[in-house]
């Protein structure tokens, strides 16, 4: 159980999600709490922790609220990279020919 335990990439996807499901202000920052929660099994204050975490690594930004977060330009690239990193890998698995 430790903040480590969590990746850049499962907390930009988080904190993209909830953006998906318009959460209003003043949940946003909660609700990215519990979807990370319920995508890695750890419990709550590693989950913030892991989000403070990308806020001071210019991955996440915030407004006046804490609650009101948001992907940087580098959070949306960098989950723009691994999507696309992903889908190559699955492209490449997709043209192995099975033995």
Known sequence: MA???????????????????????GMRFEYAVTLLEQSTGQPT??????????????????????????????????LQQSIEASDAISSQEDKQPLV
């Not at 335990?5 to 904190?15: E, F, H, K, P, R």
């Not at 609220?65 to 992907?71: A, K, T, V």
Request: hydrophobic share 40%; proline share 0%; net charge positive.
């Open 3 to 25: 903040t480590k335990d969590i990746s850049t990439l499962q907390v930009c996807l988080a904190v993209a999600e909830m953006h998906r499901q318009r959460i209003r202000c």
């Open 45 to 78: 204050k590693v989950c913030k922790n892991a989000i403070y975490r990308e806020v001071d690594r210019k991955m996440v930004e915030w407004g006046i609220y804490r609650s009101i977060g948001w992907l940087s330009h580098q959070g949306i690239a960098y």
